[in-house]
Structures are given as C-alpha cells and as structure tokens.
C-alpha cells in the first residue's frame, strides 16, 4: 500500500480495526485480505446467500484513499483525533 508513505506514523492496527468494522458491519465471515500497491482487495462470505446463481463471496478493492477515510471515521467514532496523512 501506498498509504504509509504519506502517514506520521505507520500503523497496521489502525487500518486493520477500521477493515474490522466494514467487515462486522457487512457480516463476512471467511473473509481474505490481500495488500496491494493501490490499496487492500477484500473478500468476504456472505454465509446466508445460498440463493443459485448468487457469488457467495463480496470482492472489494478498498484503495488509498478509502483506507483514509475508514480510518478518520473510525477514529471519529471513539472520539480520538485522526492521523494525518501527507504527501509522498
């Protein structure tokens, strides 16, 4: 990801809790996370889609800048001041 380029800090937890609550939010269970350069590709099951035809699995690419945006809120959400990013 480019996203630590522009960060203070680097901070895996902070993506990761933010990732955490889209996931919860959603109800993905299964779910697979790969790094990319541009961001993070999310796939999750959806457990109770059995439906013929139906993907059991949702597919996201999650960029940069929707990373961002995830973390501010998440930061938002617990009252606490966001990182700011910078750029490279």
């Not at 889209?22 to 790969?34: S, T």
């Not at 590709?41 to 059991?56: H, K, P, T, W």
């Not at 999650?62 to 750029?87: C, L, N, W």
């Amino acid at each position: 990801m480019k996203l630590f380029r522009g960060m203070s800090r680097s901070d895996y937890q902070d993506v990761m809790r933010a990732l955490g609550y889209f996931i919860d939010d959603h109800g993905y269970c299964d779910v697979r996370i790969i790094e990319t350069d541009d961001g993070v590709v999310l796939q999750g099951r959806v457990a109770d889609r059995r439906e013929i035809g139906d993907s059991s699995y949702d597919t996201f690419l999650i960029t940069d800048e929707d990373i961002k945006v995830m973390v501010r809120d998440a930061f938002h959400r617990r009252g606490q001041t966001p990182p700011t990013y910078s750029e490279p």
